[in-house]
């Protein structure tokens, strides 16, 4: 690629459980203050930010373009475009690849990119003309499978009726995800990547949901909660969270010319669609895919992260692929 696109910051806030210390945090001010930070650290004013992408997916009652909101709150001037990217679990990465794209056609040098989610505030859908018909806007416009109207949890279900994998093996990746992520906050490994958002309970610097107590036999111990001759439960399952992301990206000769520390340099993307119902296995195929583009065998890879909707969704996708586990998602995950 003769127009290198690098990464100069990269901030999150920390993750709030459901109902937790962001229940009276609009998502656009975790937006807001994950993009400042990313801002600050990258050592660029806010007018320097040429275009704003950003993923969000529980839209209803936010307002207009999302993004925008988050991009101007943030100190980016109303002259600078910004996009709001609906992706569902992709939304955010998405952006990335949105923002990436931007500069690689040599639109723009500098683009910010994330996103934002606030899913305790999402309402409740009501239908004009018969209030009785209710939805949760979180499960009908996040969870559930628009085709099938089975939940995300479901499909991962059938899933494993096909490529079986053990409620055992689900409870055992639950814990150790947990244990990595609670030793991984415990000795700092997060603390340079969280913004702190000011909230009534006072600065937030720690993620909310990590379990730091998670006991695998009380793990076992636990309910199925989509079928009753499943496997997935409350505890091999991600929970319902609040927070945001942001990074600045650059092209590779801006940030060489501001002396800008580089954090990384892309190298590039894949992406690939499956049948709804079996949206669990889409990182398998484009793993495959991404190392075919790249000329590269998976052991050339250090590290893995995958997405960890669900204990059993991370398996069916890493042990295909005989992924080591002191590679993958090394703090943790969902």
Not at 21 to 47: Q, W
Request: charge should be negative; proline fraction near 4%; charged fraction near 20%.
């Amino acid at each position: 690629m003769s127009n290198e696109v690098v990464i100069v910051s990269a901030i999150r806030t920390a993750t709030g459980k459901f109902r937790g210390v962001y229940k009276n945090t609009s998502a656009i001010t975790l937006g807001m203050s994950a993009l400042k930070k990313a801002i600050l650290d990258a050592h660029i004013n806010p007018d320097e930010v040429e275009y704003t992408i950003m993923g969000n997916v529980l839209q209803s009652g936010l307002g207009q373009n999302p993004a925008r909101q988050v991009a101007i709150n943030a100190g980016i001037p109303v002259s600078k475009p910004a996009l709001t990217v609906n992706e569902v679990c992709g939304s955010g990465l998405k952006a990335i690849h949105l923002g990436i794209q931007k500069i690689l056609l040599g639109d723009y040098d500098i683009v910010a990119v994330g996103g934002f989610e606030n899913m305790t505030q999402s309402p409740l859908l009501l239908d004009r003309f018969d209030p009785s018909n209710q939805k949760d806007s979180i499960y009908f416009d996040g969870l559930e499978d628009a085709f099938s109207r089975n939940s995300m949890g479901m499909t991962v279900e059938k899933l494993i009726e096909k490529h079986p994998v053990s409620r055992q093996e689900q409870d055992l990746y639950a814990y150790h995800s947990q244990k990595r992520a609670s030793f991984a906050t415990k000795n700092g490994y997060f603390k340079d990547q969280i913004v702190g958002v000011e909230t009534e309970h006072g600065l937030i610097l720690e993620d909310e949901p990590i379990r730091h107590e998670t006991d695998l036999n009380k793990l076992s111990e636990l309910k199925t909660i989509f079928s009753d001759h499943g496997t997935i439960t409350a505890g091999n399952a991600s929970s319902i969270n609040d927070g945001a992301s942001a990074l600045i990206l650059m092209s590779k000769k801006e940030a060489v010319r501001r002396n800008i520390p580089i954090l990384a340099t892309f190298k590039g993307f894949t992406e690939i669609g499956v049948d709804p119902e079996e949206m669990g296995i889409a990182p398998l195929h484009s793993i495959h895919k991404i190392l075919t583009q790249q000329k590269m065998e998976l052991s050339d890879i250090d590290l893995f992260e995958i997405n960890e909707s669900f204990a059993g969704q991370v398996l069916l996708v890493s042990k295909p692929l005989n992924i080591p586990h002191e590679k993958l998602n090394v703090n943790g995950g969902a």
